[in-house]
């Protein structure tokens, strides 16, 4: 990767009631998209980035590097010693 190459940005948030991982990302206008696993939602943004790029007038260039920031809140209980 070029050293000038800026790295992509994007959030992944668990969302418990619909159960999905919703991505959405200021670095990249426009997106936003969801699916049941971090693995199937990376497919769809390997896609959707370079395509809202395009659209959004990025520079060409043959990669777009991007990072995911990953989130998702749980609590647990603790047991009485």
């Known amino acids: 990767m070029n050293p000038m190459t800026r790295v992509l940005l994007v959030r ?3 969302d ?4 999905v991982w ?4 200021g670095d990249v206008p426009g997106l936003a998209t969801e699916a049941e696993t ?5 497919s769809k943004l390997e ?3 370079p395509e809202l790029l395009e659209l959004n007038g990025w520079p060409d ?3 777009v590097p991007f990072e995911l ?3 998702r809140f749980e609590t647990a209980t603790r047991r009485a010693a």
């Open 38 to 42: 971090v693995d199937a939602l990376m």
């Open 61 to 63: 260039q043959e990669e």
């Open 16 to 19: 418990p009631d619909m159960k």
């Open 12 to 14: 992944v948030d668990w």
């Open 47 to 49: 896609v959707m980035i």
């Open 22 to 25: 919703v991505a959405d990302s």
């Open 69 to 71: 920031l990953i989130r």
